[in-house]
């Protein structure tokens, strides 16, 4: 089962300061690999921290929307054996009023960002051949809802640009992988319960066949496309819904 | 806050209801238009037009236009 094993692989985790992220984190240190985990809140990340298992991690707290000090982020970052790209935003908004400041900020956190950070990587020679990368798009991206077009279309872009990455990096034994989750129990679905109500919230949980994902349902996905276990797997998109859209 | 213009933005949001049934006393999830749009409408309205909280929840506790607009107004100060 060694193929299954993180260990010797040195991963990279953004967002790692909670929901996805955090999870990730917990789930790829008891797995053997060694973290670099990054998040925007020094507080939060450091209780993400204490969590790990292992002691080689490390906390690389900066704000990946700021792209002009991006290559001196990357450039303190060891070499990686994997990405996994957690961070991210959501905020519901219908067309009808959406603005250009709102939608740039979510396509800014939700595709310019990682998109940007991958670039940055391999410019400066930082995934070593082998490696993985992994975004976390959504469901959302192939099934939209009402609300969710800034949402669904930064995570529809995602999976493009994955899908691309998998074609020029073929060559070099880098892999790219997107999971596109449906609801997951994180603040994220807090804040939608918030927006949309409880009873709004039992309506969409009845929905789905098994039940509403927990965020390590998330990163075990997460993990076996780390993993050279999904040696053979790129350019994919696996869809983590419970059985959700399985009729649709 | 303008009672008047909030009137307004209300109503602009209902496209298929004549305005005319749209008052302070409205009953606006009883009006035959209503759908869940509306409420996702309304929600991103308050947030654009007068950028205070206000979640579904709160859509939940509103009966009346003039609950909606007493809510918002406690909330601009």
Redesign the interface.
């Given at each position: 089962m060694q193929t299954f094993s993180l260990r010797g692989k040195t991963i990279l985790v953004t967002g790692g300061s909670s929901g996805i992220g955090r999870q990730t984190a917990a789930t790829l240190a008891n797995l053997g690999g060694r973290l670099a985990v990054n998040g925007r809140n020094e507080v939060r990340l450091a209780e993400t921290m204490a969590v790990l298992t292992g002691a080689e991690h490390y906390a690389v707290s900066f704000d990946l929307n700021n792209t002009q000090q991006l290559p001196a982020f990357v450039e303190s970052l060891p070499e990686l054996n994997g990405v996994a790209h957690c961070a991210g935003i959501w905020k519901?908004?219908?067309v009808?009023?959406m603005?250009e400041q709102q939608l740039q900020a979510l396509l800014q956190t939700n595709f310019i960002a990682p998109a940007l950070l991958t670039a940055e990587l391999l410019r400066q020679k930082k995934l070593m051949s082998g490696s993985s990368v992994v975004f976390v798009s959504s469901v959302a991206a192939q099934h939209p809802y009402?609300?969710g077009g800034a949402y669904a279309a930064s995570k529809a872009a995602l999976e493009a640009f994955s899908k691309t990455l998998a074609l020029e990096y073929a060559h070099k034994k880098i892999r790219s992988n997107c999971v596109a989750p449906a609801m997951v129990k994180t603040p994220i679905f807090d804040d939608t319960?918030?927006?949309?109500?409880?009873?709004?919230m039992q309506a969409h949980e009845a929905a789905y066949p098994l039940r509403v994902g927990q965020p390590e349902d998330v990163a075990y996905a997460i993990a076996y496309l780390l993993s050279d276990a999904s040696g053979w797997i790129t350019g994919s998109v696996m869809r983590l819904d419970g059985g959700l859209t399985v009729g649709s | 806050m303008d009672k008047d213009l909030f009137l307004q933005h209300i109503r602009d949001q209902f496209e298929e209801t004549d305005p005319a049934l749209i008052t302070f006393d409205t009953i606006f999830k009883q009006l035959e238009e209503w759908s869940s749009m509306h409420a996702l409408l309304l929600i991103a309205l308050i947030d654009a037009e007068y950028n205070v909280p206000f979640t579904g929840e709160d859509l939940q506790k509103c009966l009346t236009v003039e609950d909606l607009y007493n809510t918002i107004k406690s909330r601009v100060g």
């Open positions: 519901p908004c219908p009808k009023f603005k009402k609300g319960q918030n927006t949309v109500s409880e009873q709004y | -």
